[in-house]
């Protein structure tokens, strides 16, 4: 594959063969193929930037068999994932801002998913012989939010909730709710909603948690989230089991995207949750803010049970928030490191400091049971490079000690897994958010392998 017209540069570097998988700002955790390596791309505006690439003959990328990519072209920022064999060896295509062009330079061996190396010592910590289940913490357990969920169980467990069709997400829903999972978390693209799924799961299931994780704050005002918000726990028929999870999302979304300006996040999410919490309280709110000017009267969202809010809080002003308005946080690639020492202590003085009681932190990452742990790191180093690419998640590996998302995931046999998702508890998390991704050949196989061993966790 080889690109030629970048804009005023005219690399004459060939790349191998390949093909591009996906064109778009939806959020994918698996390549096509195992051997796969992807590179993270920003591209510039169509019209200032054409792209040809010779793949079977030279051709554009609007001209290659992609579904969704017509529709991806017009955005300012295009994040590309490039998948090519596992013999490219080839440059790292990024987009120097001051330039403005795009230029090919050679990356470096942290970027290359094929060159992982492995974290020796933590590799040797995670290999030790697991806590025996007995002696695990307890789950989060709460009077008004997940106590039916959390009885008789160990650990509070969850999943993303995931399905190609609504049919798929009711089974899936249903499925983990009869294996004893403790909840299940709904990405911002689930089913193009994911709070009409949600509604619709949750009216054919009786006890699993359901939530988001999450939805972007900066394309929804929170009085529109707060109404919806009331509208899927009423559908759901218990407020108790539906918990709102938001966030700021990420630059290249809302700014490439969405073509509005991230230069506040910090400062939007704070207003945003101010305005969002006392609204699903039924409270009147008169607010007056650098984003948000509102003033809605008592009752313009109804009464009811309390609808938990989480936070996606991963840098200290975010945290401080969490803490002190909400129900905590829920986390994306932050290991037990992470949560040890710097989300946990910062989240906690804030709820102290505010009077409320321990707060939650859902921690999700990704997790494989297989015997190769190198194999395993180096297949969620392919499938989960992108994340290493964003700043907010850079931060929070950075705070995990961590060079990326393949020393980030959960990994191992059943054993090292176990022991893994015990530090996460021991760490300070209230529950665990597993995202299972196949490794080797069989992948169905590898699937059930993992869930299999989080189904054992979850029900000890």
């Known amino acids: 594959m080889r690109l030629l017209g970048i804009s005023s540069c005219q690399p004459s570097q060939q790349l191998?063969?390949?093909?591009?998988?996906?064109?778009?700002?939806?959020?994918?955790?698996?390549?096509?193929?195992?051997?796969?390596?992807?590179?993270?791309?920003?591209?510039?505006?169509?019209?200032?930037?054409?792209?040809?690439?010779?793949?079977?003959?030279?051709?554009?990328?609007?001209?290659?068999?992609?579904?969704?990519?017509?529709?991806?072209?017009?955005?300012?920022?295009?994040?590309?994932?490039?998948?090519?064999?596992?013999?490219?060896q080839l440059p790292l295509?990024?987009?120097?801002?001051?330039?403005?062009?795009?230029?090919?330079?050679?990356?470096?061996?942290?970027?290359?998913?094929?060159?992982?190396?492995?974290?020796?010592?933590?590799?040797?910590?995670?290999?030790?012989?697991?806590?025996?289940?007995?002696?695990?913490?307890?789950?989060y357990q709460t009077e008004h939010h997940g106590a039916e969920a959390s009885e008789g169980t160990t650990m509070r467990i969850g999943l993303p909730g995931t399905g190609s069709t609504i049919d798929k997400l009711v089974a899936q829903a249903q499925r983990a709710e009869g294996d004893g999972f403790a909840s299940l978390w709904y990405a911002s693209a689930?089913?193009?909603?994911?709070?009409?799924?949600?509604?619709?799961?949750?009216?054919?299931?009786?006890r699993i948690e359901l939530g988001t994780s999450v939805l972007q704050t900066y394309t929804t005002h929170p009085v529109?989230?707060?109404?919806?918000?009331?509208?899927?726990?009423?559908?759901?028929?218990?407020?108790?089991?539906?918990?709102?999870?938001?966030?700021p999302s990420h630059q290249p979304v809302i700014e490439g995207m969405f073509g509005l300006p991230y230069d506040h996040a910090g400062r939007h999410t704070e207003e945003y949750i101010s305005v969002l919490v006392p609204l699903l309280r039924g409270e009147a709110v008169t607010f007056e803010g650098e984003d948000f000017r509102v003033n809605v009267p008592a009752g313009r969202v109804s009464e009811g049970s309390e609808i938990q809010v989480l936070v996606s809080a991963l840098a200290p002003r975010l945290l401080r928030v969490a803490g002190d308005q909400t129900a905590g946080t829920i986390l994306w690639m932050g290991n037990a490191r992470s949560i040890e020492t710097h989300v946990a202590p910062l989240l906690r003085k804030a709820a102290a400091n505010a009077g409320r009681g321990e707060p939650r932190i859902v921690a999700g990452l990704p997790v494989a049971v297989h015997d190769d742990v190198d194999e395993a790191r180096n297949t969620a180093a392919q499938s989960f490079a992108g994340y290493g690419f964003l700043p907010n998640y850079q931060r929070i590996l950075a705070h995990g000690g961590v060079e990326g998302p393949a020393d980030a995931a959960i990994v191992g046999n059943e054993a090292g897994v176990a022991s893994q998702i015990e530090d996460?508890?021991?760490?300070?998390?209230?529950?665990?958010?597993?995202?299972?991704?196949?490794?080797?050949?069989?992948?169905?196989?590898?699937?059930?392998?993992?869930?299999?061993?989080?189904?054992?966790?979850?029900?000890?």
């Open 190 to 206: 689930t089913a193009g909603d994911p709070l009409v799924a949600m509604a619709i799961v949750g009216r054919a299931t009786s």
């Open 424 to 460: 996460l508890f021991s760490a300070g998390a209230t529950d665990v958010w597993a995202a299972p991704f196949p490794v080797g050949d069989d992948r169905t196989a590898s699937r059930e392998r993992t869930y299999a061993l989080l189904k054992e966790l979850a029900t000890a």
């Open 93 to 139: 295509i990024r987009r120097q801002a001051q330039r403005r062009v795009l230029t090919l330079e050679q990356p470096s061996k942290r970027r290359l998913a094929r060159t992982w190396k492995p974290n020796h010592q933590m590799e040797r910590r995670y290999r030790n012989p697991p806590i025996p289940i007995s002696r695990m913490r307890n789950g």
């Open 16 to 88: 191998l063969p390949g093909y591009i998988e996906e064109v778009h700002l939806a959020t994918r955790t698996e390549p096509l193929g195992a051997t796969a390596e992807i590179f993270s791309l920003l591209a510039r505006p169509k019209s200032e930037v054409e792209y040809h690439v010779d793949a079977q003959g030279e051709t554009s990328l609007r001209d290659l068999p992609l579904q969704r990519f017509d529709h991806a072209v017009p955005a300012i920022v295009l994040r590309l994932f490039c998948v090519l064999t596992e013999q490219t």
């Open 224 to 247: 529109l989230m707060a109404t919806r918000a009331r509208a899927v726990a009423d559908a759901i028929g218990a407020a108790n089991r539906f918990t709102l999870g938001v966030g």
